[in-house]
């Protein structure tokens, strides 16, 4: 495979002194098995922005008070949907439960969230019977083959492990049984299957607030057996010193698996969730091929650094034309609300290789 190909198509963007320009398309890195996305939402790096990684400028997107009955809306998922967009939300009610709700999009921005939350349907009664719905949170969503995955940070007698359930239509949800045993966080799938089996990430964790953990992956013939269990990357730089998690679905690419993964440090004022990125190999994404030295983006503006649990930025998401290579991330701000940042695919690649710890 050529690591350079080129592709070009009509309407993308090139870099010229650092400003993103309409123009005849080159992009250095390929996509794979991506999906054309010509509405992906979409700002241009600020004038004067250095960042690889640049914040929407209507952030946060969705409010903590969208919902009569939300406390937040933070730590959620989106996918392309119908030509629109749906997704999966993490909401916490005034009761302070927690829940996932579906929602809908026309333009990836402004968001209808459904009131009511998502009412699992076990199709084996055993499984209802062994894990009735208590709470979950963080969930992520990716399309695999025929159907969107759902997982998330799932109660199994009221202690987190990860949940798996899908959905065809963001109507009606269907639960499996969970994949681990507690404690586990962090469930991200791969979005297709590699070397015959079902891929997945975990952080395997504790019963608190976790201070420590290491990013793993599990496989799985059929979505039910996880096992063949490897280590990936466990925490290394300052701003990522205690944890770390996966965040959105990789992004496959001629360079290897694009993740975006988020990283805490413990400071003398509690801890700092920022997030960076990193490469792994294709058939074998254990193994890091790069990984960025430094915070690609961590809080510093005001939704990030205050609300409910200060200075949090957690995604859960990003959408990624294969066209043009442009990808917005959502994340969660403070555990309140949601925000999006743009990158591409070029620019990201191209700065981890550069700033790579490996
Ligand atoms: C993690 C999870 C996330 C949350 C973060 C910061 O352990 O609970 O949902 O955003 O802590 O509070």
Known sequence: MNHYDIINTKSALTLLNGNNIQGELSMNVKIINGTSLPNIPWQDRPAGCKDVIWRADNNPIIPRDLLPTSNSIFNSAVVPFEGKFAGVFR?????RNMAIHAGFSDDGVHWNINE???EWINDDPETAEANPWQYGYDPRCCWIEDRYWITWCNAYGWKPTIGVGWTKDFKEFHQCENAYLPFNRNGVMFPRKINGKYVMFSRPSDSGHTP???MYLSQSPDMKYW???????APNKGWESLKIGAGPIPIETSEGWLIFYHGVLQSCNGYVYSFSAAILD?????????????????PREYYEC???VQNVTFPCAALCDADTGRIAIYYGCADTCVSMAFTTVDEVVDYVKKHSSV
Do not use: Q, S, T
Request: proline share 3%; net charge negative; aromatic share 10%.
């Open 282 to 298: 294709i058939d074998k994404p254990w193994k890091v091929k790069y990984r960025c030295a430094e915070y690609l983006l961590n």
């Open 227 to 233: 096992g063949e269990h490897r280590h990936v990357m």
């Open 306 to 308: 205050v609300g409910d």
């Open 116 to 118: 009511e939350k998502v």
């Open 91 to 95: 909401v916490d009610d005034k009761e």
């Open 212 to 214: 420590f953990g290491d």
